[in-house]
């Protein structure tokens, strides 16, 4: 994408302003709009996008040039000078509905969301007219009935928000807000002036953090020294999901919807979340229901499809990990009760009764589990556990692990699972092989910390899985040549790009022409965060939490927390996708993509992403070595 030249400014003022669509727009605003726009130049065949691709955050206006929509191989139509792209998918979806791809050289100018929502706020004529556009294009794309099928998150958060909104002024008194607080079961309070108008925002979180936090508490203080300045304000014809997007984006936890400036209803994340992940309690029962590994495979199988709706409720996909997580791992625990009632058929022993627990690890514990996650688990036994409590425990790990197997959990190929007794020991002996390995760790060692660092309890005693948690945390932390040692061990591997910007991907063999967004881009990522978050003892495992911790202990810039954020989000959205593709064409499901096949818009995003992974790996072993 490039700034919009001097050149071409005046031609695209003109043309604007010759569209219907703009009619109603003024100058002043017009020029607002370009000077956070960006122009984007296509050679004939290069895709602008393709079917299933998640959201760019904006739409497009074709300037120069034809832009076919197909889908397949059947054109749907040309789109030809002045024709607006990706609305359909502005409003109602995160994915786009066809492909996109250039008949010849194409110039196209982007207009970022935020402009567009604000044009609907501010100028009535322009929302009606882009409404009807939506409707034409969505006919087209979809169907007579297509409109009323767009996923519910793209309802107005009017439709949701609660319209009893409890008010203040600046000049209040904190403790009284506080009381005022708990006497109405609310979270929030908004500030507002003497006509009524928007000031600010105080929350629950606010007064604990801000107020509370401090050393010597005063008697008195106004909420206008604790409360949120600059609070999230809406229209009601926001769409809810944008509405959590700004939350997050901005961190916070409400959000005020205003009708000129003046409060009229308000709304949670948690409200949101709730709503958007209703259908997720639907599919947990139906695993709770499960009789069989039959019939929990067949929900396995079908994790795509959810994954797909929860894609396209939300902006960020890094955000439905966990959530895919979590149906993973209800389908591996109602593998493991069916599998103790089978092992009590088989020997009358009651396994989980033995003092033990079983650890799920790496992106189970992480909670960053795609579509076909593999086996990573393990033992760890009570130190007073006997030798026939152990072989019971190794002979039901077996049972377990080709169960999983079975339901369509691969084993794993590091064999970091249960049947492995270097994966399954005593506490103690657990910490002896974590001493070891941090003192002298070797290419296995490195594979191995990189999983077995991030674990979390499955089932059984929490106790000593929080023991072993403890003394990892305490044992790396004091050994930062492990650290060092750990990083460098990934420069062997390559970041797939060259200093001239070109994806290095593979020479021969099945994946010819593709590269491995696991191997290649989202391992580094996680070991890179990790490694800081292990050596200043932050207990999250999930990535982007150890991030957000990373920031808020001021160990990381914003500038490099942003970096590493976007970087995260891309190979994450770019993989989940490729993964939910595979799985409705019946392919086998991979993180190996060709990159030369992607949009320009995804091929420049995923060597951005590449790029600031190179630098990061060399900044953290440069701070790990003292030298900034």
Not at 110 to 118: S, V, W
Request: hydrophobic share 40%; glycine share 4%; proline share 2%.
């Amino acid at each position: 994408m490039n700034k919009i030249n001097i050149k071409d400014y005046d031609n695209i003022m003109k043309d604007l302003r010759n569209m219907d669509l703009f009619k109603s727009i003024d100058d002043e605003r017009l020029s607002k709009i370009l000077s956070n726009s960006h122009m984007i130049e296509l050679n004939q065949r290069e895709k602008l996008f393709e079917k299933g691709e998640t959201y760019h955050k904006g739409i497009y206006m074709v300037l120069e040039g034809l832009i076919l929509f197909k889908k397949g191989e059947e054109l749907v139509k040309e789109m030809g000078s002045g024709e607006i792209l990706g609305i359909t998918t502005f409003l109602g979806k995160s994915s786009y509905l066809v492909d996109a791809e250039a008949k010849n050289d194409v110039k196209l100018l982007f207009l970022p969301e935020i402009c567009i929502y604000k044009l609907i706020t501010d100028y009535e004529d322009f929302k009606i007219k882009f409404y009807n556009l939506v409707k034409e294009r969505s006919h087209l794309l979809q169907g007579k009935e297509s409109i009323k099928s767009y996923p519910f998150s793209y309802k107005p958060v009017g439709n949701f928000m609660t319209t009893e909104v409890e008010s203040a002024h600046a000049n209040s008194d904190i403790t009284q807000i506080s009381k005022q607080m708990s006497r109405k079961n609310i979270g929030s309070i908004v500030i507002v002036d003497k006509k009524g108008k928007i000031e600010g925002l105080i929350t629950s979180k606010l007064i604990v953090h801000k107020f509370l936090a401090q050393e010597n508490v005063p008697l008195k203080s106004k909420v206008s020294d604790y409360m949120e300045k600059s609070p999230i304000k809406v229209p009601k014809d926001y769409p809810l999901i944008e509405v959590l997007s700004e939350m997050y984006s901005k961190n916070q936890d409400y959000a005020i919807i205003s009708e000129n400036d003046i409060p009229v209803g308000i709304i949670s994340n948690k409200n949101i979340l709730k709503i958007l992940y209703r259908s997720i309690d639907t599919f947990s029962l139906n695993i709770e229901n499960a009789s069989s590994l039959e019939e929990l495979k067949k929900i396995k199988n079908n994790i795509h499809l959810i994954a797909r709706t929860l894609l396209e409720n939300s902006r960020q996909t890094s955000e439905i990990l966990p959530t895919i997580s979590l149906i993973h791992i209800n389908i591996q625990k109602k593998v493991y009760k069916i599998c103790v009632q089978n092992y009590l058929k088989l020997s009358g022993v009651k396994v989980d009764e033995i003092d033990h627990a079983i650890i799920i690890m790496g992106s189970g514990a992480r909670k960053e589990m795609m579509l076909n996650p593999d086996q990573d688990n393990g033992y760890i036994f009570s130190d007073n556990i006997t030798e026939e409590e152990i072989r019971h425990l190794f002979d039901f790990g077996k049972l377990f692990s080709d169960s999983l197997e079975s339901v369509g959990y691969e084993k794993c190929k590091g064999n970091v699972m249960v049947t492995n007794p270097e994966m399954s020991m005593k506490l103690s002996d657990w910490k002896k092989q974590i001493d070891s390995l941090t003192t002298n760790a070797g290419d296995k060692g490195f594979t191995w910390s990189n999983i077995i660092f991030d674990m979390d309890l499955f089932h059984g005693n929490q106790e000593i899985v929080d023991n072993l948690k403890n003394f990892i945390l305490k044992v790396v932390s004091s050994r930062p040549l492990f650290l060092i040692q750990m990083l460098e061990n990934e420069t062997q591997f390559k970041i797939p790009i060259t200093m001239f910007g070109n994806f290095i991907v593979e020479k021969d063999g099945e994946h010819k022409g593709e590269l491995n967004l696991k191997n290649s881009a989202l391992t580094f990522i996680t070991d890179i965060v990790r490694a800081f978050s292990l050596s200043n003892k932050i207990r999250e495992l999930n990535t982007v939490d150890r991030i957000k911790q990373l920031q808020f202990k001021e160990i990381l810039s914003e500038e490099t927390v942003t970096k590493i954020l976007t970087s995260y989000e891309t190979i994450v959205d770019l993989a989940l996708t490729k993964e939910i593709k595979d799985a409705e064409t019946g392919k086998e499901i991979s993180k190996f993509i060709n990159p030369n096949a992607l949009s320009v818009f995804n091929q420049n995003r995923l060597k951005n992403a590449l790029g600031s992974i190179a630098k990061l790996l060399n900044l953290s072993i440069k701070y790990f070595k003292g030298q900034f």
